[in-house]
């Protein structure tokens, strides 16, 4: 089996590669990893996407390109459309086009929040930014074209190969000895190594349709932050903040929480807790800096 990983330069894509290298496929050949980065191919050209796939001939595509920066995409809205809604378009074109499987990573952000329980696939999207409504037209892009695709929904993703939430209150604590942190977000904390586990259980099992995968349990931003000192043993003050008092470009869900029944169900593999994997990755950043 053969699978393309484009966008495997982020921060998921690269956990990715790594952990599909030792995935087995039940009546498979080994699998075959190649990966791509915007340099090998530009996804919001098509004819670009569909020459380099029809090339490559893969079984599987899996989508970890996107434009992430909320803010960003505020006031640069073509760029957010062309790479997280067109890109998605034109990778499910040419997978159609030469028979491959289509795994697209999406986001939380493409609900509104207001829900006061997590979101499962079948509640209404309702996006609050251009991040969120160009992820979601990516979402629908993929769903109009192809048959044998699988949209992942996660959250709050954080991982050893990019700066993240993560690492950016630690980097702020250590410095300052305090940081305020919003108390009224919340969501699903996951680590990059287990949705690549899980990414890869959804492609060995050959899994299709809308799935929200994220580490299992929900916490806010704030409870987060105390966990992550909790975790370090470090002297930090963590501060309370309100949302409205965090001046943001973009608006984003005050409850972004998903539903993962559906995933746990088709793949027989439940997420560990989110302080569970938070602890793991925080031990191997101690154990990279004392090397």
């Known amino acids: 089996m053969k699978i393309l990983v484009i966008g495997s330069w982020g921060m998921l894509g690269r956990d990715l590669v790594s952990q599909l290298s030792n995935l087995s496929v039940p009546g498979s050949l080994p699998v075959e990893i190649i990966a791509a980065n915007h340099g090998h191919v530009d996804i919001t ?39 997280n809604a067109t890109g998605a378009k034109n ?16 986001t939380d952000y493409v609900f509104d929040g207001t829900r006061n329980e997590p979101y499962s696939e079948t509640d209404q ?35 050893p190969y990019k700066k993240n939430f993560v ?16 108390t009224d977000q919340c969501g699903c904390p996951t680590y990059t190594a287990d949705l690549s586990y899980a990414i890869g259980s959804i492609i060995s099992r050959n899994l299709r349709g809308l799935y929200h995968v994220t580490n299992a349990g929900t916490c806010s931003r704030y409870e987060w932050a105390k966990k992550i000192f909790a975790l370090t043993g470090e002297q930090v003050s963590v501060l309370p903040l309100k949302a409205a008092d965090y001046k943001r470009a973009a608006a984003v869900p005050q409850n972004s929480s998903l539903d993962c029944t559906k995933y746990t169900t088709a793949s027989g593999h439940k997420m560990r807790p989110w302080q569970e994997a938070l602890e793991e990755y925080l031990r191997l950043c101690n154990d990279q800096a004392a090397n």
């Open 45 to 83: 050209n098509g004819s670009n996407t569909s020459a380099f796939i029809a090339q490559i001939k893969p079984d599987v595509i899996v989508n970890c390109a996107a434009f992430t920066n909320v803010d960003a995409c505020e006031t640069r809205i073509s760029e957010a459309f062309a790479v």
């Open 91 to 106: 990778i499910a074109q040419a997978g159609k086009e030469s028979g491959a499987r289509v795994i697209h990573i999406s």
């Open 125 to 159: 999207p309702n996006p609050l930014s251009v991040y969120g409504k160009s992820k979601l037209e990516g979402e629908l892009a993929i769903q109009e074209i192809s048959d044998t695709y699988a949209i992942i929904r996660t959250a709050w993703l954080y991982g």
């Open 167 to 182: 690492t950016t209150v630690l980097d702020l604590g250590r410095k300052n000895r305090s940081v305020s942190v919003v």
